[in-house]
């Protein structure tokens, strides 16, 4: 009878112990995040005839006004970039200190940040969909995965987001002050960005870019998706040296499976002509998938690909 209520008494703690977890998750991701460096707009509900609505927030620099003569960041995962008492996981990229600090020395213009808030959507609409052309017709008619979300979330920022920023804070607009910036899914859809896109982007940071494909349609095709993209950005990249284009890994997790798919394309982008200016590739030594080490890299990242010439 005793041995009954003890485990009674482990299954009722248990209970609760998940119950904590969910509510601290719930308020993590519920609350809105704040910055120690500039103030943050929220746009909730960003409309968009292309994809689902979102929260977008933009972060400006102390002292910024409208109309003030500024490059623009575009970023994904916009709710990890700020503040850890805000995210799922109690991590964040430090956008706002990293950038304060690059821009108070003069490293970087001065440049406002559009954090663009993923959805349940995340794997589709960070997906280069166009790489599907390079596939067998066999295994792109047996994808599970709505190719067409990644262009129409490029979709979304080209046609509606950037107009409406444009207007509304008056940046610089040509792609020599415009860029974008993602992690894992959020890398290679940055890096498609470039490709789709090249008459408005000037640079991209592509951080633990996922270019092994694993996980996302069946792990008996990732191989061919990887293959495939890079077929894509065979045909696809812009000339060499015409943008910046930066590129990382680390050596753990997640990031120990990207070797030999970062090594492949490290190697099409030199037999592409492009030169250590223009485009750079490093291995981060036990580092792992995970966003406070993409904050230690954040600040040489964009010094690589937004720097003042």
């Known amino acids: 009878m005793l041995r009954g209520r003890r485990w ?36 909730r509900d960003f409309v968009s005839q292309h994809v689902e609505s979102r929260t977008v927030r933009v972060w400006l620099p102390d002292g910024y006004q409208r109309g003030d003569s500024c490059d623009v960041l575009y970023m994904h995962d916009g709710q990890m970039l700020f503040d850890s008492t805000a995210t799922w996981n109690g991590q964040e990229w430090c956008v706002d200190e990293v950038m304060a600090t690059l821009i108070a020395n003069h490293t970087l213009r001065p440049t406002i940040v559009v954090a663009i808030d993923n959805t349940g959507s995340r794997l589709e609409e960070y997906f280069p969909g166009g790489a599907a052309q390079y596939l067998s017709q066999s295994l792109r ?48 859809i940055s890096l498609y960005a470039l490709c789709e896109y090249p008459q408005v982007l000037g640079g991209v940071v592509c951080m633990s870019s996922h270019l092994n494909f694993e996980k996302l349609d069946g792990d008996d095709k990732a191989a061919a998706w990887a293959a495939a993209f890079r077929d894509y950005l065979s045909s696809h990249l812009p000339p060499a040296n015409s943008a910046r284009v930066y590129m990382d890994r680390g050596t753990e997790d997640f990031d120990a499976g990207y070797r030999e798919a970062q ?11 492009w ?25 040489l990242a964009l010094r690589r690909v937004m720097a003042q010439d």
Not at 10 to 39: D, Q
Not at 279 to 294: A, C, D, I, N, Q
């Open 8 to 43: 009674l008494y482990w299954i009722f703690a248990a209970v609760i112990a998940l119950g904590v977890a969910a509510m601290v998750m719930f308020c993590r991701r519920s609350k809105e995040p704040t910055v120690s460096s500039g103030s943050l707009e929220t746009y």
């Open 141 to 188: 008619e047996s994808s599970k995965i709505d190719l067409s979300l990644g262009d129409n979330y490029l979709k979304f920022i080209v046609e509606e987001l950037k107009p409406f920023i444009d207007k509304e804070y008056r940046p610089l607009t040509s792609r020599e002050h415009t860029f974008m910036a993602g992690s894992s899914m959020g890398g290679l």
């Open 263 to 273: 090594k492949a394309v490290d190697s099409l982008f030199v037999a592409k002509g």
């Open 275 to 299: 030169d250590g200016d223009h485009f750079t590739s490093l291995v981060f030594m036990g580092h792992e998938h995970k966003e406070r080490f993409w904050a230690q890299r954040l600040s």
